[in-house]
């Protein structure tokens, strides 16, 4: 089983939808973040929690809501789908008892906004 | 921003040649970070070079850090097929990783 398992792995949507992408881990990692991967443009972090109950933004986090429901789980949620959130999407954890943190990846999301 | 800077964005080589790619960064750091992307795949940890480290080793992986040129340089030797994929720089910063743009390698079988 995946260390950090992301659902679902593809989703089409229309323009005004509402849509969550969840991320689980199995790691035992405090920290959790999710980033967007658009072409030519490397990744960009999203939002990033590094424990239950708490949330930062990140560097585009206009159109994004998160919550972390359990240490384990960390959701993303568009309210108002729109195109150009139309992008690969992942989810990360890092362990920060770590002296030199590490990121672990799941296997993204395709979202495809019409 | 803090994000690194991959050069070249992009590299077609033959199997068997070494590969080359380098890493640019804006601040002082206490390590660099690269990965490895497949295709559509999430990213996977390749190695960690330590900001008191000039060069480390990893299998095929060589990986050099001039803190003093804010720069890093990844080198895969003997390249195979299966290494084709994009491999990213990052620098921890903050709370947070920053990410180049990446570098696109082909390996010609």
């Known amino acids: 089983d995946a260390d950090v398992t992301q659902t679902p792995r593809n989703r089409i949507t229309k323009t005004g939808k509402r849509i969550m992408l969840e991320c689980s881990q199995t790691?035992?990692?405090?920290?959790m973040y999710w980033y967007r991967q658009d072409p030519g443009l490397g990744l960009r972090l999203i939002y990033y929690?590094?424990?239950?109950?708490?949330?930062n933004k990140g560097e585009i986090s206009d159109g994004y809501s998160v919550s972390r429901q359990a240490q384990a789980k960390f959701s993303l949620s568009l309210e108002s789908a729109i195109p150009n959130q139309t992008a690969l999407y992942f989810c990360?954890?890092?362990?920060?008892?770590?002296?030199?943190?590490?990121?672990?990846f799941g296997s993204g999301t395709q979202l495809s906004v019409l | 921003s803090q994000q690194g800077e991959e050069d070249p964005q992009a590299l077609s080589i033959q199997e068997g040649e070494n590969a080359t790619m380098n890493c640019s960064y804006k601040?002082?750091?206490?390590?660099l970070q690269w990965y490895r992307q497949n295709s559509g795949r999430g990213l996977v940890h390749l190695i960690l070079?330590?900001?008191?480290?000039r060069e480390k080793h990893s299998g095929r992986l060589r990986v050099t850090l001039d803190t003093s040129k804010k720069s890093s340089s990844l080198l895969i030797t003997a390249s195979r097929a299966a290494d084709t994929a994009s491999y990213f720089c990052?620098?921890?910063?903050?709370?947070?990783?920053?990410f180049g743009t990446g570098t696109s390698l082909t390996v010609i079988p």
């Open positions: 990052a620098t921890p910063g903050g709370n947070q990783f920053y």
């Open positions: 929690s590094f424990d239950v109950k708490d949330i």
């Open positions: 790691k035992g990692h405090d920290r």
């Open positions: 601040t002082s750091i206490n390590n």
């Open positions: 990360a954890t890092s362990d920060s008892s770590e002296a030199n943190e590490k990121l672990f």
């Open positions: 070079i330590r900001s008191n480290e």
